[in-house]
């Protein structure tokens, strides 16, 4: 899929004033690789994560994020989701077809997304699963990259401003290995992760 769509670049520029709002700051955004299949594995706190993230890496990548198979269900929204190049997953299931089509892009070059939490988090701690792990070790051509977000759980307190922070980095612990189990892979990146940002919940339900 030729990067970035045209519906992904409109997309983004319909959320720069969600992101001016939120007083978006990013950094780390040159530790993505310009070119070549990558992994961004992030945690999962609202479901203003996968805009924010892909607005901070607009102008580096498009990512294509694995996203809840209902979006696709709402109406207007499967055009915009396909022509974004996001990938459908069904949410709890395991889903094998979701992680074929996460793989052929990886392989074919693509920035693929995903939240290992699996669901946002509610302030919650949640073990991360293994599909991340298995995508990882399955592409192992792929770059994995981790980003910190928070801030984004304040959209909801209007009008209190929220201050949002995206934060791209390479894993401390390195990039996956040959041999690595794909569960302890998944959690050792998602600790990276939540070493940065803790869980949260919205600014309503505190």
């Given at each position: 899929?030729?990067?970035?769509?045209?519906?992904?670049?409109?997309?983004?520029?319909?959320?720069?004033?969600?992101?001016?709002?939120?007083?978006?700051?990013?950094?780390?955004v040159?530790?993505?690789?310009?070119?070549?299949?990558?992994?961004?594995?992030?945690?999962?706190?609202s479901?203003?994560?996968?805009?924010?993230?892909?607005?901070?890496?607009?102008?580096?990548?498009?990512?294509?994020?694995?996203?809840?198979?209902?979006?696709?269900?709402?109406?207007?929204?499967?055009?915009?989701?396909?022509?974004?190049?996001?990938?459908?997953?069904?949410?709890?299931?395991?889903?094998?077809?979701a992680?074929?089509?996460?793989i052929?892009?990886?392989?074919?070059?693509?920035?693929?997304?995903?939240?290992?939490?699996?669901?946002?988090?509610?302030?919650?701690?949640?073990?991360?699963?293994?599909?991340?792990?298995?995508?990882?070790?399955?592409?192992?051509?792929?770059?994995?990259?981790?980003?910190?977000?928070?801030?984004?759980?304040?959209?909801?307190?209007?009008?209190?401003?929220?201050?949002?922070?995206v934060?791209?980095?390479?894993?401390?612990?390195?990039?996956?290995?040959?041999?690595e189990?794909?569960?302890?892979?998944?959690?050792?990146?998602m600790?990276?992760?939540?070493?940065?940002?803790?869980?949260?919940?919205?600014?309503?339900?505190?």
């Amino acid at each position: 899929m030729r990067e970035p769509t045209r519906t992904y670049r409109i997309a983004m520029a319909v959320n720069l004033p969600v992101a001016a709002w939120g007083r978006l700051e990013s950094s780390g955004v040159e530790t993505l690789p310009a070119s070549g299949p990558i992994l961004v594995v992030g945690n999962h706190d609202s479901h203003w994560d996968p805009v924010m993230i892909g607005f901070a890496a607009r102008k580096r990548r498009m990512i294509r994020a694995l996203a809840k198979s209902q979006l696709w269900d709402v109406k207007g929204l499967a055009p915009v989701l396909n022509g974004m190049g996001q990938i459908p997953i069904v949410r709890g299931a395991g889903d094998a077809q979701a992680l074929a089509n996460a793989i052929e892009a990886l392989r074919a070059g693509s920035c693929v997304g995903v939240f290992p939490e699996g669901t946002r988090s509610r302030g919650r701690e949640m073990r991360a699963r293994s599909g991340v792990g298995r995508l990882a070790l399955e592409v192992p051509e792929a770059h994995v990259s981790c980003v910190a977000v928070s801030g984004t759980s304040d959209l909801t307190g209007f009008p209190r401003r929220p201050k949002i922070k995206v934060h791209f980095f390479d894993p401390a612990g390195g990039q996956p290995r040959a041999g690595e189990n794909p569960g302890e892979l998944s959690a050792r990146l998602m600790a990276e992760i939540r070493a940065i940002t803790p869980p949260t919940i919205s600014y309503r339900k505190r």
